[in-house]
């Protein structure tokens, strides 16, 4: 049971040391069709076009294709170095004309991650195939569990009818996809590192040269298609695509300091294809570089907070905490008024069950209240014996008359 006699409120004022106060850029005018600017961290959406018109991925689409290939890693299915021989399935010379490749050949034999990497750096149409037969034996097969797990997250709109993006029946939204795209570098934070971050790959080399004379026999630096690595300050990642039906697609991420932002770019149509390629990676730089110039990720330092006093418990004080860790991407003017303030009551009666909220912490800026965090008990404290209760209860009698 709370006793209410006396609430304690302070308010904090965040001092501002690393993020300069100025007029907001203004948001970039895009060609593309479709367009978002999501906060990795707190899922806030710091700009849009039309982020729910729907669009062909194209290979884009590998990135559901990626996450699948590193689950089954963490499931234990296979290893990075397993060794795949690779079917007239997987092979380059199954794909379309125009396909991207990654250069396989049937019979050659690639370690596991070979693949993820010919899938993620070179984009590889053939790796995808390669990849789905590895996994599940077949394609429907393969595009019924890239469904599964879409759906399993959440995703209402997104939709694949194969691995490699080349249909344009599948579906996605910009919307959808930034926020995909935040799940799966969650789930696996080393495959920025491991692949989408390295500018070039190598293939087939000595090793993966099947036993039979081969078609494909000398090795080629591939290029990653992401073409903001290296000239972006801390873009690792992360895929693009390109059909005819969709137009030039990418999506682009980037950290620097606390904060990273996912920068999704789709339907650049009626353009030239080298044009496409780099109305692409302007855009999404620019999206990028708007959001690193107007907005931060800040991690609040948590209120300290003395212990309560308690009446009729066992013990006498009880100690507490935030229940939470906040987290916020603000702007330069929502940072210049961002203020918490802490609603504690000074004290309670036993019992008190661990756990229990007590107070509250609430963050708000000039425009709203953005979050609030419970304060609970750190302990349980059971109700006292019949002789310090009728104490207590006498004590706090005497205070209120003394002290009305």
Known sequence: MTNMKKIISFIYLILLFSFQVGALDSAPD?????????????????????????????SMTKLITLYLGWQNLENGNFRRDDKVEITSEGSTFSRPPGSSLM???????????????????????????????????????????????????????????????????????????????????????????????????????????????????????????????????????LKTGYIDESGFNFTATAKRDTSRYIAVILGIKDVPYWEGINIRAQEAAALLEYGFSNYKTIYPVKPDFKNMKIWEGETNSLTVQMDGEPVFTLSMDEMTSFTSTVTLDEEMTAPIEKGEPVGVVRYRTSDGELEEFSIIATQSIHKANIFKVLWHKIVRQYQHLTNP
């Open 30 to 58: 895009l060609i593309a069709a479709s367009a978002i600017l999501y906060d990795f961290t707190t899922g806030r959406v710091l700009f849009e076009k039309e982020p729910d018109r729907i669009v062909p991925p194209a």
């Open 103 to 237: 250069l396989l050949e049937e019979g050659q034999n690639v370690s596991y991650l070979e693949i993820l990497k010919g899938l993620a750096i070179s984009s590889g149409n053939d790796a995808a195939y390669a990849l789905a037969y590895t996994i599940s034996g077949s394609e429907k097969l393969f595009v019924e569990e890239m469904n599964q797990l879409v759906q399993s997250l959440g995703y209402d709109v997104m939709h694949f009818e194969d691995p490699d993006g080349w249909s344009a029946d599948n579906r996605i939204t910009a919307r959808e996809y930034a926020a995909f795209s935040a799940d799966y570098i969650r789930a696996f934070p080393y495959a920025l590192d491991e692949i989408h971050s390295q500018e070039y790959f190598l293939y087939p080399k000595e090793e993966n040269l099947p036993d039979h004379d081969a078609r494909i026999i000398t090795p080629r630096k591939k290029k990653n298609t992401n073409s903001l690595l290296g000239k972006v300050p801390g873009v690792d990642g």
